[in-house]
């Protein structure tokens, strides 16, 4: 066997293999010559023997090009926050398409303000000795809590709801990137502050507010970290006008994250991140707004060369047999031609005409011989204009994950296709309502919650207890909620009463789900309405609503569906 020979390299000592033939792969003689032949081994030589053959192994590097220079250069692109914030905000107050997409899009996750629904967990309570029937405390604390989200109280400045300032907080997170709020307390309860995105910047390496971070941390872009990329404390630009020279004096301003008790008092609100280390947001539209603006240009120029288009309106073109006269100019002499026929024939058009603008009361024109009078074309094709920005307009929406259906309004296609866009854009909906009621709605009712059990207004067995010694799992335990947000209309509502009944008698979901999935308010208070009415009525008409229930067995199905 020893045709193998020529392609076998002795092994040698190399320490630093720079060349290709150094970079060769070495075989090596083992004890026996068929492990120069085992076919579980990486490449190998032809034998007769076990039909292997030489297929040495080459490491490679992917980037996920393909063909050499078709991806470009590999850029490691690092967003510009303010520029990016100040483009977006330009973009929806001057672009419709933005509006049309935002508008809907913030109605719909968080509309006229979202709901608390308390639900404490019990068992977790029980774990920690506590034994509480809480129906009163989800009673109590959900009225008062949403009773002062509609007040101005809950507003630092006096001036807004908090469902005003959640609002704020999450278009300007959408558009912007981020923004700041911050939690107070007073005589009159919790109340919140949301400061835009761009007043948060990061301090010159000189100024004296940067002696006031603690030891170990540094601040990028405003916000200064820990050694674990905790946010501990946030730079706030602080604008005052000199009342003398009118010129602004910028000072800095720190504030903490959390107080001295541990408790959050600021946070930052995020409409999306570049990357996960990111201290900043950027933007929801960011991938979109130079297209955005690009369709708006082309919209523009599309109505206005429609508009001039529509200025002239009539041309008139002669051929070599034409007189050469204006028809819309008065009392232009006829160039008479020397054929006699035709010249009457003129005249007679001319009667024409006049008769025609007599009963019609419409401008009639009598041509010279050899002229016509044409409307004229602009040549641009609406038809192209509405299948190109239709097609835009969907990835546009697409983009930022709302079906083109709910931006528009318009559900032209059949009632399972139109359900079924409704369906995924409730679901991606809720998902965003979730992340953000999270963010800025829970440390509210955190510190709101803890605001009224120490004034003594809501009674909380252990939760000062676990204040005191740190306890989270209780006082999460307590503070635990689900956020209601709007629902959007249905299209059949007969067919959605059908489905929530249908789920109702399965015991799949509450009578307050079912008031919810319906959008008919708050279950327990159309319910106490409901029996209140009934007494006033059968107080009225006893005998006629005596009849009516028992046709109908409506208070029987009440009181049944009561003792279950």
């Known amino acids: 066997m020893a045709w193998y020979n020529k392609f076998i390299k002795k092994k040698e000592s190399i320490t630093d293999p720079t060349t290709a033939e150094e970079r060769e792969i070495v075989i090596t003689k083992g004890d026996s010559e068929n492990s120069y032949f085992n076919g579980d081994s990486y490449g190998g030589f032809f034998s007769s023997e076990n039909g292997t053959a030489f297929n040495p192994i080459y490491s490679d590097f992917y980037d996920g090009e393909k063909t050499p220079g078709e991806l470009g250069s590999v850029l490691y692109t690092y967003p510009d926050h303010l520029k990016l914030r100040l483009r977006a905000y330009d973009s929806n107050l001057k672009t419709d398409i933005i509006k049309i997409i935002t508008g809907k899009y913030f109605k719909a996750v968080i509309g006229s ?49 908090l469902h005003e300032n959640a609002n704020d907080s999450f278009s300007d997170s959408f558009l912007g990137g981020d923004n700041l709020f911050i939690l107070r307390a007073d005589d009159k309860g919790v109340n919140i502050q949301v400061i835009d995105g761009e007043q948060i910047q990061q301090p010159d390496e000189t100024h004296d507010v940067l002696k006031q971070k603690k030891k170990g941390n540094i601040v990028v872009d405003g916000v200064e970290i820990d050694k674990k990329g905790t946010h501990i404390a946030y730079y ?40 996960i280390n990111d201290v900043r947001g950027i933007s929801r539209i960011s991938s979109i707004l130079e297209k955005v603006n690009k369709l708006d240009r082309y919209t523009e120029a599309t109505v206005s060369k429609m508009e001039e288009s529509a200025n002239v309106v009539l041309s008139i073109e002669h051929d070599q047999n034409s007189t050469g006269e204006n028809p819309l100019t008065p009392g232009t002499a006829r160039v008479k031609p020397n054929n006699k026929s035709i010249d009457n024939l003129y005249e007679q058009g001319q009667k024409t005409a006049a008769m025609i603008e007599q009963s019609t009361s419409k401008k009639t024109y009598n041509m010279p011989n050899g002229a016509k009078l044409k409307g004229f074309e602009s040549g ?25 259906e709910v931006a528009l309004q318009m559900y032209n296609s059949n009632y399972s296709a139109s359900r079924a866009a409704i369906n995924a854009w409730e679901h991606i909906a809720e998902i965003v309502r979730k992340k953000f009621s999270k963010d800025f709605y829970q440390p509210f009712y955190n510190m709101y919650l803890e605001y009224m059990i120490l004034s003594g207004k809501i009674d909380a067995p252990g939760y000062i207890d676990a204040l005191e010694n740190d306890d989270f799992m209780v006082i999460e335990a307590y503070c635990n909620a689900r956020w209601v947000g709007p629902k959007t209309p249905h299209i059949d509502p007969l067919k959605e009463v059908k489905a929530v009944e249908l789920m109702l008698s399965l015991r799949l979901i509450s009578r307050e789900q079912a008031a919810e999935m319906l959008n008919l308010g708050n279950w327990e208070d159309s319910y106490d309405k409901f029996v209140e009415e009934g007494r006033i009525i059968l107080k009225e008409e006893p005998e006629t609503i005596n009849n009516n229930e028992n046709n ?9 569906n009561n003792k279950e």
């Open 113 to 161: 303000g979202l709901k608390l629904q308390s639900e404490p967990v019990q068992e977790v309570l029980k774990i920690n000795g506590i034994d509480i029937d809480l129906t009163d405390f989800k009673k109590k604390i959900e009225s008062c809590f949403n009773l002062y989200a509609n007040s101005y109280y809950s507003d630092y400045r006096r001036m807004q709801t």
């Open 236 to 275: 706030v630009i602080i604008r005052k006008m000199d009342s003398e020279t009118s010129d602004f004096d910028i000072n800095f301003k720190r504030v903490d994250c959390k107080d001295n008790q541990g408790r959050t008092v600021s946070r930052l609100v995020y409409g999306s991140k570049h990357r």
């Open 380 to 404: 641009s094709d609406s038809s192209e204009y509405e299948t190109f920005s239709k097609t835009v307009f969907m990835y546009l929406c697409a983009s930022v994950e709302i079906p083109v």
């Open 552 to 560: 109908n067995g409506t208070n029987d199905n009440i009181e049944n």
